[in-house]
């Protein structure tokens, strides 16, 4: 089993930037696939990115494409993902997750939850 914690969270501008971290430990911790996933008020929780174990690929729900980056640091055991100009409708709980081997945006086929790190982008 792993655990999974976030860090990182805050306020932000519209326009501004946040840098998530999701901290890893546990058995085999190299073999898992480690994504993000975000819940807004009211609406269900969605995949956003994720990065897989075996070859370092990436994923990314459209809505983010091409603002925000994740990024693996294996030596740590942390994943990390950077949100650049982020809109109001980025406010949400973001938790970390963990899939066996390959991505998934699924929460089903998740096997560990981290605890959630709220960002909120407000004027």
């Known amino acids: 089993q792993l655990q999974l914690v976030e860090s990182g969270g805050g306020l932000v501008q519209p326009g501004g930037s946040l840098r998530l971290s999701c901290a890893a430990s546990?058995?085999?911790?190299?073999?898992?696939?480690i994504g993000w996933f975000r819940q807004a008020p009211g609406k269900e929780r969605e995949g956003i990115s994720c990065?897989?174990?075996?070859?370092?690929?990436?994923y990314y729900a459209d809505p983010v494409k091409g603002r925000f980056t994740i990024s693996r640091d294996n030596a740590k055991n942390t994943v990390l993902l950077q949100m650049n100009s982020l809109k109001p409708d980025a406010t949400a709980i973001y938790y970390c997750?963990?899939?066996?081997?390959?991505?998934?945006?699924?929460?089903?086929?998740?096997?560990?939850w981290g605890q959630g790190t709220q960002v909120t982008v407000s004027s």
């Open positions: 990065i897989s174990s075996t070859d370092g690929s990436t």
């Open positions: 546990g058995y085999n911790v190299d073999y898992y696939a």
């Open positions: 997750a963990a899939t066996f081997r390959y991505c998934s945006s699924q929460a089903r086929d998740v096997r560990s």
